[in-house]
C-alpha cells in the first residue's frame, strides 16, 4: 500500500468542529443498547428463519413448527424472544396464537439484509 495515501490520526491530532458535528448523530446509551439488542435478536439462525416466513404470511405457532420441523417449546421461545423486542406481534383467534412481523420497518431490515448477504 502507498504510504502517502494511509492517513494515521494520532492522539495529539484533533478536529473539534468534526467532533461537535459528530456529536449531534452520537446514539444516547439506552437507545444504543436497544439497537445492539434488537441485532443481537436477528444474530439467531433459527429467528432469522422465523422472520422469513412472518414475512410472507401470518403464522400460528403450529404452522411454524411445520415449516421449520422444530418443536414448539423450541419455536415458542424464539417467538418469546421477537415478541419482547417487538420485532413480531401475536393476534388470538379462539384456541391459536398467530404471529406476524410488528412493522413494516422489521420487513425492511430483514429485506436489506437478505440483500446485502445475496448481493455479488
Do not use: W
Amino acid at each position: 500500500m502507498n504510504d502517502n495515501l494511509l492517513s494515521i490520526c494520532t492522539a495529539d491530532h484533533t478536529d473539534e468542529t468534526m467532533v461537535r458535528d459528530v456529536m449531534a448523530h452520537l446514539l444516547d446509551a439506552p437507545t444504543a443498547l436497544n439497537v445492539a439488542e434488537l441485532f443481537k435478536a436477528l444474530a439467531d439462525p433459527t429467528r432469522i428463519r422465523i422472520i422469513s416466513v412472518l414475512a410472507h404470511a401470518e403464522l400460528c405457532v403450529g404452522d411454524l413448527c411445520l415449516a421449520l420441523e422444530m418443536s414448539q417449546p423450541a419455536v415458542s421461545y424464539q417467538l418469546r424472544i421477537l415478541r419482547n423486542l417487538r420485532i413480531v406481534r401475536a393476534r388470538k383467534d379462539g384456541k391459536h396464537v398467530f404471529y406476524t412481523l410488528d412493522d413494516d420497518h422489521v420487513y425492511q431490515l430483514y429485506h436489506q439484509g437478505l440483500d446485502h448477504v445475496q448481493h455479488s
